[in-house]
Every structure is written in structure tokens, then in C-alpha cells.
């Protein structure tokens, strides 16, 4: 499946900033990130354990983990902090006017 699914609109994440999006037809929650004004979409959920990412901080292009600090290049999902070793699942991800798609397969 090669398929671009609407996941927000982009006015709904800040400059530097990260959103949860649930979606209907997806048992689980996304990401959705705003670096500098290009945009980019992960799993919400920490690899390290049951949190949501989107409840952490952004710096720097990656994402801080809220429970334990580790953190994860938000553009290649690499692991970059300590706890965290396992790769977070990325989503190509794209601006069409003023809404964000990404390929969720
Ligand atoms: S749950 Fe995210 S770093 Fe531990």
C-alpha cells in the first residue's frame, strides 16, 4: 500500500512543537512533529516503554521521551538517548496546502 492518509491539519502543530493524532482506522496513536515549518510523523509510543512521545519535549530534531528522558532523531527515528535502543517507526510524511499526509503503511 503506497497510500497518503490525512493525519491533521498543520496550523493544529506549533513551530517545535509535536501532537498526538489518533486516527479512525489505526489501533494505534501517531505523531505528528513541526520542524520549522516541514513536517514529519511517528509512532507516538516510546520503544522503551507504554508512554506517549507527544507528551515530551522537542529539541534539537529529536524527541525527548517524558518518563525516562531517552530520545529519538525525529527525522530517522534513531535511537539517540539512553534508555531508549530500539528505532522509532518513521512515515514519510508531506504539506498539501495546509494539511499533513503521511504514507502509514
Ligand atoms: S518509556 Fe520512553 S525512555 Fe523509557
Given at each position: 500500500m503506497n497510500e497518503m492518509t490525512f493525519v491533521c491539519k498543520a496550523a493544529e502543530v506549533k513551530e517545535g512543537g509535536v501532537k498526538q493524532v489518533s486516527l479512525p482506522a489505526f489501533d494505534d496513536e501517531f505523531a505528528v512533529y513541526n520542524l520549522g515549518?516541514?513536517?514529519?510523523?511517528?509512532?507516538?509510543?516510546?520503544?522503551?516503554?507504554?508512554?506517549s512521545l507527544a507528551g515530551g519535549d522537542v529539541q534539537d530534531g529529536q524527541i525527548f521521551c517524558p518518563l525516562h528522558g531517552g530520545a529519538f532523531d525525529i527525522r530517522t527515528g534513531a535511537a539517540t538517548e539512553h534508555p531508549c535502543k530500539?528505532?522509532?517507526?518513521?512515515?514519510?510524511?508531506?504539506?498539501?496546502?495546509?494539511?499533513?499526509?503521511?504514507?502509514?503503511?
Open positions: 515549518g516541514e513536517f514529519f510523523v511517528t509512532d507516538d509510543m516510546c520503544t522503551h516503554g507504554m508512554v530500539v528505532r522509532l517507526k518513521t512515515y514519510p510524511a508531506e504539506l498539501r496546502g495546509e494539511d499533513v499526509y503521511a504514507n502509514l503503511a
